[in-house]
């Protein structure tokens, strides 16, 4: 899929319409970007018990969602993919390929999910999970970066494939790297932030502004307890929205 031209002009950054929802329990934010004029909306990292709510949003906002998708499986939540399917006839789940999730749509490092005159280019992130994705809107003002980059922190890699020396390298060489003005939009805060940007995190994180060696071992010996929904989580996200959801 390719990219739209660059949308820099304040009359196409006026067409975008953005919401951050919150999921309490998982401290987990969701995010609906819309194009104004065509209409056509994408909701990234939505939550099962959030689902109605996000649903209701979008008919309200008289939106055509085309797609749910999740920067990776999660482990702390139920994904609202399956549940949006139902409720907004037409919506299509997507995962990464590498995830190992099935999703009506698997997608790959520099593909992109079109939505009116913008996109959301996919950057491959692994580290808290071999599926985790970046989406960066395609004229680099805001990147959603699930659990590889958190507000002043990271996600775990302790489980689910995660490694974390291919975390700091992919927070690094895919992230990092974009202009430091780019706005940071986590999966999750557990501390009341909302958004961040390129430029603080990657002088201000007190995670990975340091040495690899310092971030591997720092990573080996957090000593978490799991996730307290990861015995229902992780299977049902396998599915990604294709299972049959009751709610």
Do not use: W
């Not at 280019?121 to 692994?126: K, R, V």
């Not at 990092?176 to 999966?187: E, I, N, R, S």
């Not at 040495?211 to 990604?240: H, R, T, Y």
């Amino acid at each position: 899929m390719a990219l739209r031209p660059n949308c820099t002009c304040g009359a196409q950054s006026q067409r975008l319409l953005f919401r951050q929802l919150f999921e309490p329990e998982s401290c987990t934010y969701t995010y609906l970007l819309a194009d104004r004029q065509t209409k056509e909306a994408i909701l990234i990292d939505p939550v099962l018990e959030t689902a109605k709510r996000d649903a209701k949003l979008v008919r309200e906002l008289g939106l055509n969602l085309l797609c749910a998708a999740n920067t990776h499986c999660h482990a702390d939540h139920i994904t609202g993919t399956g549940l949006l399917k139902k409720l907004l006839p037409g919506c299509r789940s997507v995962i990464s390929k590498a995830s190992g999730a099935l999703a009506d749509v698997h997608i790959h490092e520099g593909d992109a999910l079109e939505f009116g005159a913008f996109a959301l280019e996919a950057h491959a992130t692994p580290g808290h999970t071999d599926g985790c994705l970046t989406y960066v809107l395609n004229d680099q003002s805001m990147a959603f970066t699930g659990d590889a980059l958190l507000i002043r922190g990271c996600g775990r890699t302790d489980f689910q494939q995660g490694s974390p020396e291919t975390l700091y390298r992919s927070v690094h060489e895919k992230i990092f790297t974009l202009p430091g003005d780019c706005l940071v939009y986590p999966a999750h805060d557990y501390t009341g932030q909302t958004v961040s940007t390129v430029e603080e995190e990657r002088t201000l994180n007190p995670r990975l502004t340091q040495s690899l060696e310092a971030f591997v071992q720092l990573m080996n010996n957090l000593n978490l307890a799991p996730p307290k929904k990861m015995g229902i989580a992780v299977p049902a996200n396998l599915k990604c929205g294709i299972q049959d959801v009751e709610t």
